[in-house]
């Protein structure tokens, strides 16, 4: 929130996908490779991760810090082109992180994953704030 060239994510938005995401923080990815969003990287040049269970055509980022990776995950919302939806949304005004999360189809392949989140944010709104 301190910088003028980004949009902020719903904060509740952002630690219910973060969540989900890295297992609370356990998974793998988030402990070895401090990728909390399980953001991918298709040019397998730059540090990434395997994933044990996928073909080798992409890995999951590795990030020098946690922070790295919240940025970077704001920066693909706010202006990656899968996320048209999301930015026109939000250009509208819109704030709440349920609606803007329908939005999201390009995120996740899981046919649950608004559900899964949309409990989490659920949760973080009744026993967080």
Same mark, same amino acid.
């Given at each position: ?27 793998? *990815?988030?402990?070895?490779? =401090? ?5 991918? @990287? ?5 540090? !990434?991760? #395997?994933? /044990? ?29 899968? *996320?048209?939806?999301?930015? =026109? ?5 819109? @704030? ?5 999360? !329908?939005? #999201?189809? /390009? ?23």
């Amino acid at each position: 929130n301190t910088t003028t060239d980004i949009f902020p994510v719903p904060l509740d938005l952002l630690l219910a996908q973060a969540a989900l995401e890295s297992g609370w923080g356990t998974s793998r *990815f988030a402990r070895e490779g =401090k990728n909390l969003f399980g953001m991918r @990287t298709y040019n397998l040049t730059e540090p !990434h991760m #395997l994933p /044990s269970n996928k073909p080798r055509k992409w890995g999951v980022k590795v990030y020098e810090h946690e922070c790295d990776s919240v940025m970077h995950y704001i920066n693909t919302l706010n202006n990656g082109t899968a *996320f048209g939806k999301y930015q =026109k949304l939000r250009d509208e005004g819109e @704030t709440d992180a349920i609606k803007l999360l !329908h939005t #999201l189809e /390009s995120y996740a392949s899981d046919k649950n994953y608004f559900v899964k989140v949309e409990k989490i944010i659920k949760k973080i709104r009744t026993e967080y704030r």
